[in-house]
């Protein structure tokens, strides 16, 4: 393992995500933390896609070792199973979308 060799000590995830609900078009916040702080080697997805930063997804690195993903104008679609990856550890957590209630 690469990654085990070059930083010589085993990634440690010590604060997990947490479930996230939403309404549609709003946007959604997840959060974890690791150590050692290393921003580098992580990857976070939806379902199985890998994200990136762009209009509508935000990955950020913060000092302290945590790690932020911002979801904006979230969609019914987007529900699914976020998961951060960090080394060869990993933890997930549910995003849930639900529609606004139509007032009439």
Same mark, same amino acid.
């Given at each position: 393992? $690469?990654?085990?060799?070059?930083?010589?000590?085993? $990634?440690?995830?010590?604060?997990?995500?947490?479930? @996230?609900? $939403?309404?549609? &078009?709003?946007?959604?916040?997840? #959060?974890?933390?690791?150590? +050692? @702080?290393?921003?580098?080697r992580v990857?976070?997805?939806?379902? #199985?896609? +890998?994200?990136?930063?762009?209009?509508?997804?935000?990955?950020?690195?913060? +000092?302290? &070792?945590?790690?932020?993903?911002?979801?904006? *104008?979230?969609s019914l #679609?987007?529900?699914?199973?976020?998961?951060?990856?960090? &080394?060869?550890?990993? =933890?997930?957590?549910?995003? @849930?979308? *639900?529609?606004?209630?139509?007032? =009439?």
């Amino acid at each position: 393992d $690469v990654f085990m060799f070059l930083s010589g000590q085993k $990634v440690l995830i010590t604060e997990d995500l947490e479930d @996230v609900t $939403v309404l549609e &078009g709003e946007s959604a916040t997840f #959060k974890c933390r690791i150590s +050692p @702080v290393d921003c580098s080697r992580v990857q976070w997805f939806l379902d #199985k896609t +890998p994200l990136h930063t762009n209009e509508l997804n935000e990955i950020q690195c913060q +000092p302290g &070792g945590y790690h932020l993903l911002t979801l904006k *104008k979230l969609s019914l #679609k987007d529900s699914g199973l976020i998961t951060f990856e960090a &080394g060869d550890k990993k =933890t997930s957590a549910s995003l @849930v979308v *639900k529609g606004k209630s139509i007032i =009439t």
